[in-house]
């Protein structure tokens, strides 16, 4: 079993910056991309940012200019630094490891709240 601990959450004023941090551990039968994901309450969970092992990097639209995502091989670990931050950012934010034979794997969340 493969686990992953989010850390880095909080309440923050708008324009405001968080780094979120993702440690993976277990059973990691290889690596193909790691990522955050946000979701609010009523609504899907939603991409934010996706590094893949080859450190190619997708962002939301939404996000793009203001996040940072970054990985540690060696560690297992991803970070996404979070800047200029907007209440609409408020949100659960997912840590998510997809590993070399397809499979998922989530961590328990971060809460995220962005005060105006």
């Known amino acids: 079993q493969v686990h992953l601990v989010e850390s880095g959450g909080g309440l923050v004023q708008a324009g405001g910056s968080l780094r979120l941090s993702c440690a993976a551990s277990g059973r990691i039968l290889g690596i193909d991309r790691m990522g955050w994901y946000s979701q609010v309450p009523g609504k899907q969970r939603e991409l934010v940012a996706t590094?893949?092992?080859?450190?190619?990097?997708n962002y939301a639209d939404s996000v793009k200019g203001r996040f940072t995502i970054s990985r540690d091989s060696a560690k297992n670990t991803v970070d996404l630094q979070m800047n200029s931050l907007k209440p609409e950012d408020t949100a659960v934010y997912y840590c998510?490891?997809?590993?070399?034979?397809?499979?998922?794997?989530w961590g328990q969340g971060t809460q995220v709240t962005v005060s105006s």
């Open positions: 998510n490891l997809l590993d070399r034979l397809g499979r998922d794997f």
């Open positions: 590094i893949s092992r080859l450190d190619y990097i």
